[in-house]
């Protein structure tokens, strides 16, 4: 961390000589000038975090030092260094823009509390501008792996409505990154300076939801022994973010309709409603407009929250970035484990480009993570990596090709576990005799396919029914 500049004016080379034994010890890089005019150039040449000046020079005055400084560099703190009898130049000079004035002699303690007071408004305002830089870096909408187009069109529409207080419902597959985008939409915003306050609905127990986002009044249950700010009033001024809202329960639901109506919350055991001001933005994996329809989630509330819907698309619909997103996992990952990896190899990164990625972009992550962990090289090759293992030429099947192959071949395993006995194989199935009889004319199969491999235990039925019914519903 770089030292904070101060710049000392004063004739007395005694004194001068002390301040900048005094403040160097304090960790300041000091620079000392014995007047005015060699002050002015220093000041001209480069920027300092505090100056310190004498009120009478000898050649020259503290007052106009002051002015002219400032005039140079706008908001830089001044110190006054004065004696008892030029008081009320030292308040004038205050008047003028000086931070305080220190008489002399002077205790080393006043010193520090009189330079602490001086810095403490400029360092929180580079601490500001830091943190804004950091999350202008981590989710500034220049930083996020976006080739594709269909994640450009997402951050478009995310350019024109974050600055704006409109609700927002994220909707997109497991691992999508639906709350990355809510981030960006916050740190976008007007309401960037506020908090964000995510809210996993699904991981909070039915009894609780009302009291975690409300908050509740000391006694106003049984173990209640102290009062609870609800995530609602957390979130004032900032952001909330209401993560699976489909996993709401309906008694709740309620309750966040006329949350976001009014923009007031009653915590439990409380008689007058508090105000919040909070944006929301909302996510699900869910298809909310079925949820409506199954009576699960209420319709007023669906449409409350769709006023601007943004959809995120599922990495294998976004194939142009997973060299972008993994390359970045990668570095996060090499900080991570401490190791030292150069990159993927070329099939590896075939495989990570061919691979239909269930699991998203969290999957995408987690893999990386643990190639590299795993990886006993520099690079990572693609055995490392989720997918088949058999060579692939990149090349990506029609759906209806895809799922004519996987059909045809789970069911030449259903016939081998079963030995070619239709009944135990359609019960695995999850079909009817009837059903699987046209499958297996469908794919040109016949039972005797099987009775070469014995029959496999009950138990096999019962773990292979599952994946049976995923497989085939699509059939």
Same mark, same amino acid.
């Given at each position: 961390?770089?030292?904070?500049?101060?710049?000392?004016?004063? %004739?007395?080379?005694?004194? =001068?000589?002390?301040?900048?034994?005094?403040?160097?010890?304090?960790?300041?890089?000091?620079?000392?000038?014995?007047?005015?005019?060699?002050?002015?150039?220093?000041?001209?040449?480069?920027?300092?975090?505090?100056?310190?000046?004498?009120?009478?020079? +000898?050649?020259?005055?503290?007052?106009?030092?002051?002015?002219?400084?400032?005039?140079?560099?706008?908001?830089?703190?001044?110190?006054?260094?004065?004696?008892?009898?030029?008081?009320?130049?030292?308040?004038?000079?205050?008047?003028?823009?000086?931070?305080?004035?220190?008489?002399?002699?002077?205790?080393?303690?006043?010193?520090?509390?009189?330079?602490?007071?001086?810095?403490?408004?400029?360092?929180?305002?580079?601490?500001?501008?830091?943190?804004?830089?950091?999350?202008?870096?981590?989710?500034?909408?220049?930083?996020?792996?976006?080739?594709?187009?269909?994640?450009?069109?997402?951050?478009?529409?995310?350019?024109?409505?974050?600055?704006? %207080?409109?609700?927002?419902?994220?909707?997109?597959?497991? &691992? @999508?990154?639906?709350?990355?985008?809510?981030?960006?939409?916050?740190?976008?915003?007007?309401?960037?300076?506020?908090?964000?306050?995510?809210?996993?609905?699904?991981?909070?127990?039915?009894?609780?939801?009302?009291?975690?986002?409300?908050?509740?009044?000391?006694?106003?249950?049984?173990? +209640?022994?102290?009062?609870?700010?609800?995530?609602?009033?957390?979130?004032?001024? &900032? @952001?909330?973010? =209401?993560?699976?809202?489909?996993?709401?329960?309906?008694?709740?639901?309620?309750?966040?309709?006329?949350?976001?109506?009014?923009?007031?919350?009653?915590?439990?055991?409380?008689?007058?409603?508090?105000?919040?001001?909070?944006?929301?933005?909302?996510?699900?994996?869910? %298809?909310?407009?079925?949820?409506?329809?199954?009576?699960?989630?209420?319709?007023?509330?669906?449409?409350?929250?769709?006023?601007?819907?943004?959809?995120?698309?599922?990495?294998?619909?976004?194939?142009?970035?997973?060299?972008?997103?993994?390359?970045?996992?990668?570095?996060?990952?090499?900080?991570?484990? &401490?190791?030292?990896?150069?990159?993927?190899?070329?099939?590896?990164?075939?495989?990570?480009?061919?691979?239909?990625?269930?699991?998203? #972009?969290?999957?995408?992550?987690?893999?990386?993570?643990? +190639?590299?962990?795993?990886?006993?090289?520099?690079?990572?090759?693609?055995?490392?990596?989720?997918?088949?293992?058999?060579?692939?030429?990149?090349?990506?099947?029609?759906?209806?090709?895809?799922?004519?192959?996987?059909?045809?071949?789970?069911?030449?395993?259903?016939?081998?576990?079963? &030995?070619?006995?239709?009944?135990?194989?359609?019960?695995?199935?999850?079909?009817?005799?009837?059903?699987?009889?046209?499958? =297996?004319?469908?794919?040109?199969?016949?039972?005797?396919?099987?009775?070469?491999?014995?029959?496999?235990?009950?138990?096999?039925?019962?773990?292979?029914?599952? #994946?049976?019914?995923?497989?085939?519903?699509?059939?």
């Amino acid at each position: 961390m770089e030292k904070e500049q101060v710049l000392i004016v004063d %004739d007395d080379q005694g004194l =001068l000589k002390l301040l900048t034994m005094r403040l160097s010890a304090m960790g300041f890089a000091v620079t000392a000038c014995p007047d005015a005019n060699s002050a002015l150039e220093e000041a001209r040449l480069r920027r300092f975090d505090l100056v310190i000046t004498d009120l009478r020079l +000898a050649e020259g005055d503290g007052l106009a030092v002051m002015e002219e400084v400032r005039a140079l560099h706008p908001g830089l703190p001044v110190l006054i260094l004065t004696a008892h009898g030029s008081i009320p130049s030292a308040v004038e000079a205050m008047r003028k823009g000086a931070v305080g004035y220190l008489t002399k002699p002077f205790e080393d303690q006043d010193l520090a509390v009189w330079i602490e007071k001086a810095l403490a408004q400029p360092r929180m305002s580079r601490e500001i501008q830091r943190l804004k830089q950091l999350v202008s870096e981590l989710y500034g909408l220049d930083h996020v792996a976006a080739r594709s187009p269909v994640m450009q069109s997402l951050l478009q529409q995310v350019a024109r409505v974050a600055d704006t %207080d409109a609700t927002i419902c994220l909707t997109g597959e497991t &691992g @999508t990154g639906k709350e990355v985008i809510a981030r960006i939409i916050h740190c976008n915003s007007q309401r960037a300076q506020g908090p964000f306050v995510p809210v996993n609905c699904g991981a909070i127990p039915e009894s609780l939801f009302e009291s975690e986002l409300f908050g509740h009044l000391k006694g106003a249950f049984t173990g +209640a022994v102290s009062s609870h700010r609800g995530l609602f009033q957390s979130a004032d001024g &900032g @952001t909330l973010f =209401l993560d699976e809202i489909g996993e709401m329960p309906p008694a709740v639901q309620v309750k966040i309709l006329r949350a976001l109506q009014t923009r007031e919350v009653l915590e439990v055991g409380a008689t007058r409603p508090v105000k919040v001001d909070v944006r929301i933005v909302t996510a699900t994996n869910k %298809d909310l407009a079925q949820a409506v329809k199954a009576g699960t989630f209420r319709e007023d509330l669906f449409y409350r929250i769709q006023v601007i819907p943004l959809t995120v698309p599922p990495l294998r619909a976004r194939r142009e970035d997973i060299p972008l997103l993994a390359q970045l996992f990668l570095r996060q990952s090499i900080e991570r484990a &401490g190791k030292i990896v150069r990159g993927f190899t070329p099939d590896a990164l075939q495989k990570l480009m061919t691979y239909h990625w269930p699991g998203n #972009v969290r999957e995408l992550e987690h893999a990386v993570e643990k +190639a590299v962990i795993l990886s006993p090289r520099d690079m990572i090759t693609a055995d490392l990596l989720p997918g088949g293992s058999g060579a692939t030429d990149g090349a990506i099947k029609p759906l209806t090709e895809a799922r004519e192959e996987f059909e045809r071949k789970y069911l030449k395993e259903l016939l081998e576990l079963s &030995g070619g006995n239709i009944s135990r194989a359609s019960l695995m199935a999850g079909r009817y005799r009837a059903d699987f009889y046209k499958l =297996l004319r469908k794919h040109g199969l016949h039972p005797s396919e099987g009775k070469a491999r014995p029959a496999a235990p009950a138990a096999g039925a019962a773990l292979q029914q599952p #994946v049976a019914d995923e497989g085939m519903k699509s059939a």
